[in-house]
């Protein structure tokens, strides 16, 4: 999943992040330049022929950042106040999170300056099939591979895929991800970020020594990625003792808590499409009801903030309990840089985001691959390659971690950069 | 055993005489009904027959007169003992038959003469004057025939068969036919009438248009019999036949109508007159084209007066779509109380006329084909009154005078006592035969109150409406209803609309509340009933979410089942809201948005408990989905990531996660056209955009209702000044904004959204709201705004905004909604419709601030900063001062005030702090070359400021000695902030002078007077012939509190003194 929401800075910010790991890794100039950059950009016009018979004309970009590693893959953004630095941005983040778990592609983004909420669904259509035309000679699965993201659907996706197999004259479903299962989609996509977590969390106890089974933990937020998390952890034998939601209503969050460990099935017949917890009926389930960051206080070893930035800061980093061992990051940017050195500091094992939430993206290459060979796998193949690959990409970096005596989160950075800048070098672009 | 035996005496004697008496009836039957018998001869017989039906034959006799002669039985003599009854043929008098008793007999119920005997000689002059009639009838049909048999032969003209006819017929109305001709002929201009008797002479038209002030000079009409024949002569060489024949016809036409038209010009006919008189004409079933166009006009126009209202716009507009027919339909429908004069309210005429031009323009527009409105009854206004005489309960009356805070104190009360009190037994029956009609169908019985829904005063939901599931016995549904009404009575003295009637000087009308009883429109579904779809419609669309919708584009507010989710805001569900003139452009992009902002619950009918129920749609899909009526056309079913229509009926609705969309509703059916043209149509034909209700059976659609959509009249959009300094910037906005601006704000109301959040408990939360309400009653009106967070009004779950019903912030200039957006969604705004309307009608301003958008500024740190009023206004309160902050802004600002200036086109706003005084930005008031204040633009304030100025000013230019005047007050509407850009400005004036500065006084304030016309004529558009309403006043007035001197130091809407400039302060 990309970044929501940057600031308009957030190219420059990818940048010193990026220059941060080429000072670890020791870059030479030349790879330093060629990866800090993007290496393709497009940007174009979309002639719309709007309902009332007038003309509008769209912008509409798309980013390769890099595909040394394989072809680019990356959403297509609709917003109003899209910019070409966020989408820059925005591709450089896919070639890391792609080289973290070690899958065959690069990074890309785009988008179109739109507001959906302006537009019917006919413009919309119209909309994307100019993008496609514009883009066409430059995309495809084996150059480039576009994606729902902000205010996209798979509809929008369909209309793409339906007008590039138009011009091309062909099938070609591994053109895009995040499609309808039954046309080309793939099964495993609603569990694939959850269970992802739960196999870097399995990892890391292996790698303390700790059984999962004497585990327990507390998990903020009861969207998609808690939900699988909790099922397969409880799967593993430990025990999720508190859960943070967010009440719509109120316009605020409550932990519920029930110490001998929360029932997945139960909370599911009391929980909204949103993940809400229906406050009155927990409470009625036996469940204490508690404000919504007291999830982070419970005494637990692990802790799993799965659904909202921000939500350990230097503010209540320090109420976190001292039995607490793993954080593992289910949502983007989950932890702040202030807290996030304490808990360095502290010396509780870190499973960056990056790393700890890219089963989403492994799913979708799986998806690619199932739709390139036009045969589909069922879901428990999906899921058990899904360990495989989250698993390697976990050793991987705690490797690098232990032997380099580097904190999770850089470590996880290291590798990645590492691994296309070497892909770069091997074929001799630098 | 005697007494029994003297009973059965009784009851034998009491049939013998019924006996009797029918056999008396029986024989004159037979006589009347005898061929070929002579009249003469069958009299005779009669008055044979007559006596041996009296309790006492013996000394019995009869006489019968008519037509001159006399008939009586052989024994008759004049007696003291005697009953007579009149015949009549065609309802005049023709003769009479009497009955004597020649000796004095006990004395029985009239006389001698038993209560049946009375009956029968009744029936019998009766029947005989059938008889006559009937007679009469035949000879004329006789005439009639040979006269049509001329008439095909070609004898002679058509129109002088029929004056042939009428002379033989009705030799009277032929004489008032004539006069009609002879006045028509004088019209034309015909000479020589001079010498026909009964002509009026022509009047000296100079005079009766003269302007002079004196009494015309009396003409004497003399009312000398017509020669018909000499009339119609001349009238032959001066009309083409065909004229005579076609006025003929409408004269004979309008005499016929004679009574219908006399009920309805007499003020005291009352409403069941005018029913019947409508059933009599119904009774001749006349075809509306054979009446002359300016008497259908005069009927349509005194119909529509009784029925519905006096409002002229209304009735000029409904007489070109109703005809006649259309009454006797409203008159079937109708319960009134006895000898009543009341009308069916404001809710009634609107559905009726919006009906009828649905009915009269679908041949014009086919999507309006196939609209519908239930089946509806109505009760007069008055019946309210009528039931509170019924039941002493007179008392209420006074109330709407009681503080607020008495009102809503006793309102509970009120509603008991209603609830508990009988119905008139004309009211009683006429709910009975609703419900025989109706039979178990679920009803819905709304106010129709006479002040309600009329253009200016929206009463919107002041008043209830109860839905009833009208199940049960015969005995249960008429007491549900019998309550409902009561309720609905009662709501009436109820605090919110009492307070609503009181800021619009409308409390002294005496309000009187119509009913309507309307079946819901719906189906059932299990234990269910309930409409496929229902909701409001609007012709200007005030909410629009996209810059490529256009006002006139209309909004529709659309739910699952019942309306009331649609009218009503509800604090946790979302209707779907659609554009009929943009129907592609939908409210919400995403599969996410789609999700959360769906309505999520529906309201509707439980049969079975009898209740107005609200269930979750997902359950009530789980129980239903495969039977509700359209459901198809309704929902999306949500898959993945995925929403898309179901595909077929292959697919269980009961079993699948689906969301309420109306996607198949606005992609398939041609359900958003018809509402544009319904929108369309009833705005261009009821000359201004319109709000109505309407619902769907799931084969139907259903008008509801409709009103008039209230709007503020063209305000401007301001200037927004560029490059402010941040520091001089209370707030900007970006989003649904509107137009206009509010000049001189001296107070704001802040409710901090994060400490409000924080309130732990739920009693602070409310306390908040009441805080505000007291507030609201305490800080200068319209010259304060409120800022918080979320939705004003909150009633379900008031965290998300302050708990507040109208009157408790119906003196705010400004109403702004923080909402501080979550994540990617910003929280849904208060676009309830009640509240709304209410907003615009009173003028209150409406922004919705979104900090933590990029162009959006809330200068949060001003109000922290700020000193808090709170505690010293409302030491009671003082506990919720860190939430609730009263900031000064001249105090805080170095004398600024805030000025807060909103352009819709843009969508922009601005609150500024600003110098006060006029507004830079606009053009103001100045002194033109003629000396005459000239106001170029709209003026930047409120009518009633702009009064008050322009008072102070004349107050500050008047020179107290050269007038006699010691002090001046300024009331009424200008002084309580309800002046219109048509009021006057009252001024009191306390004048000491003598006679010749009284002249001079009346000339300096006459000039002022005529300048204010002219300078709110150039600011309004509006004429008038001066301004100034001055009254003056004596020391002695002052003295004994006679006259307007009352208002001077009242209690309530009191005159306020303006500061008088002197010889020395004048300038």
Redesign the interface.
Known sequence: MAK??RAYNSYEMAQAQFDHVAEILELDQGTREFLREPMREYSFLIPVRM?DGTSRVFRGFRVQHNDARGPSKGGIRFHP?ETMDTVRALATWMTWKCAVVDIPLGGGKGGVIC?????????QEQICRGWVRQIARNVGPLQDVPA?DV?T???HMLWMLDELEAIRGEKLPGFIT?K??GMG?SLG??EATGYGVVFTIREALKALGIRPEDTIASVQGFGNVSQYTIELYHKLGGKVICVSSWNQ????SYAFKKAGGVNLEELWAITD??GEIDKGKAAAAGYEVLPGDKWLEQEVDILMPGA?ENQINADNVDRISSRVKIVAEGANGPTSPEADAVLHKRGIFMIPDFLCNAGGVTCSYFEQVQSNMNYFWDRDEVLNKLDGKMTAAFHAVHEVAMSRKLYMRDAAYVIAVDRVARACKDRGWV | MTDSGQELDKILEGLLERSKELSCLYQVGEILRAGDVPWAKKLERILEVIPPGWQHPEVCEARLEFGGQAFQTAGFVDAPWVMEEAILIRGEEVGSLQVVYTEERMSADEGPFLLEERKLLGTIAQQVGFHLTHEELSNAYETWKSAVQSFETGEGKKWQVIVDFLRRADPQLLQRISRRMLNHLRWKGVEGLDSIPGFQRSLDHGTASSDQNQPLARQVFMDLPVPTDLVFRTASEHCADEEILFHIHSWINREKLSFLINTLEWQESSLGDITSALGRFQALQMAEKELPHSLLNVLKTALLRRFFTDQIDYVNIAKRYVSLDDFHEVAAHLIHPPNSHGKLGGKSAGIFLARKIVERMQGEHEALRGIRVPRTWYMASDGVLAFVRHNGLEDVYDRKYLELEQVRHQYPYVIQAFKTSAFPPELLNGLSLVLEKLGDRPLIVRSSSLLEDRTGSAFSGKYKSLFLANQGTKEERLAALLDAVAEVYASIFGPDPIEYRAERNLLDVHEEMGIMIQEVVGTRVGQYFLPAFSGVAFSNNEFR????IKREDGLVRLVLGLGTRAVDRV??DYPVLLAPGQP????????EEV??YSPKKVDLINLETRSFETVLVSDLLKEHGNELPLIRRMVSL?????IRRPSGLLEDLSRK?AVVTFEGLVQDTPFLAQMATLLKVLRETMGMPVDIEFASDGSHLYLLQCRPQSYTEGSAPATIPRDLPRNRVLFTAHRYVSNGQIPEITHVVWVDPEEY?NLPELSDLKGVGKAVGRLNKLLPKRRFILMGP?RWGSRG?I??GVSVTYSDINNTALLVEIAHR???YV?DLSFGTHFFQDLVEARIRYLPLFPGE?ETFLNEPFFHKAENLLPELLPEFSHLAHVVKVVEIPREAEGRILRVLMNAEMDEAVGLLADPGPHPELPGPSAGPSGRIVAPEPPPEEHWQWRIRMAEKLASRMDPERFGVREIWVFGSSQNGTAGPGSDIDLLLHFVGTEDQKTSLLAWLDGWSLSLAETNYLRTGIPSDGLLDTRLLSDQDLENRTGYSVKIGAATDPARRLRMGGAEGGD
């Open positions: 929501r929401n309902d106040h507001d959906p909420h302006h537009l019917s669904a006919r413009e729902p205010m659907t798979p509809q995040g309808p299962v989609g996509r609603k209503k109120e316009q605020k499409r949103f909202l | 979410w996209s810059p490529r604090s946790d592609r452009l939908r409210v919400n992009a995403t599969p999700l959360r949500v898959e993945h990531d995925e996660d959040g979320g779950d965290r998300l979550t994540g990617k929280p990029p």
